[in-house]
């Protein structure tokens, strides 16, 4: 059974750029809500129980009808949450540096020059979704809680939820203010690991 990963940090830790408000709601209500709704689903499906995570949504058009819906919805949301949390931390901020830092700067320019492409990606999102940093360094955006794996490609190096639950409370409909904001509190150290040993692997 999957359950609900505990954050390194407090619900009121990210401060003025994501408040407590919507980091409780976020984690103990939303996530919450993925897990419970993707162990029901594995309840229906016994023989998918013990494969992880990635296995299942790396072969998701291959899973059976009626409970491939429910997995693709609340297994992405349970994936792409569970990374969230460990892509932001309250000693986040400033720019990445060493190999990620130089591969972006080779890439985009320059750290600036990446962050206007990925949120100019992030506004560009109708609904809800996310927009990802893959290892190749390209940008990707999904729909709902859809993610990279889905579409065989690898598991992404950073990702931003642009779903309205992420940031209404604090910004209301202005997503632009979020997308700001949120730079301050990526952690580029777990963004560094994932690049370092995404290298490493491929
Ligand atoms: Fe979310």
Redesign the pocket.
Known sequence: MFSLPELSYDYDALGKYISKDIMQL?HSK??QTYVDKLNAALDAAPGLRDRPIESLLGDIDSLPQDVQSAIRNNGG?HY??SL?WQWMSPDGGGQPSGQLGDAITDKYGSYQAFTDEFTAKALGVFGSGWVWLQPDLSLVTTAN?DNPLMSGQASPLLGL?V?E??YYLDYKNKRNDYVEAWWNVVNWDVVADRFSKSTVNS
């Open positions: 976020h939303h996530h949301g792409n949450h969230f809680q939820d779903w639950h992420a």
